[in-house]
């Protein structure tokens, strides 16, 4: 027994050419499963070709015949707020990117508990350290270890030095 599709705006090679073009793999794959129903497969073997249940075709078929392709796509899940704003992760990206000041912030370059501090002490939100990574990463920031440069170090004074050490590995050779 046939499912019933009652969207006809789009035939099964029309599915077929939008599967290739979706991203999402769960999507491509009950769109495969409508374009076997519109070729007139059973649902059974529609399901079954696609790795799903009859009855989770059926419930497809439901949400495709209401809302389109886009009924295809899962739904975000529910799930806890997000600790910052907006507005407040900019301002974070801005000090991130910005870097710290030594003689505020007493640190030299930003790690994730010195992050956290800032957070704490501008927004008055307590973040945890790992919380304090995936907010970083969401914002795409990347974790790079760089050498720190003392704020009062003299570059003339380390160029002379680095001169004064090669010609000394020069002349012992």
């Excluded at 019933?4 to 769960?26: P, Q």
């Amino acid at each position: 027994m046939a499912v019933g599709i009652t969207r006809t705006d789009l035939s099964a090679s029309d599915l077929r050419r939008e599967a290739a073009r979706v991203k999402d793999a769960r999507a491509t794959r009950r769109m495969f499963a409508l374009a076997h129903v519109l070729d007139g497969r059973s649902r059974t073997e529609a399901a079954q070709s696609c790795g799903m249940d009859r009855q989770t075709l059926r419930d497809w078929v439901h949400r495709y015949n209401a809302e389109g392709l886009a009924g295809l796509v899962d739904r975000p899940l529910p799930g806890r707020p997000p600790r910052l704003s907006a507005e407040q992760m900019r301002e974070l990206a801005v000090i991130v990117e910005t870097g710290p000041d030594p003689s505020t912030d007493k640190v030299v370059r930003w790690r994730r508990i010195d992050l956290c501090d800032v957070v704490e002490q501008r927004f008055g939100i307590r973040v945890a350290e790992r919380t304090m990574s995936a907010i970083l990463h969401r914002l795409s920031f990347a974790r790079l270890s760089v050498r720190p440069r003392h704020p009062q170090a003299d570059g003339e004074a380390q160029a002379v030095y680095k001169k004064l050490c090669r010609t000394g590995a020069r002349g012992l050779a």
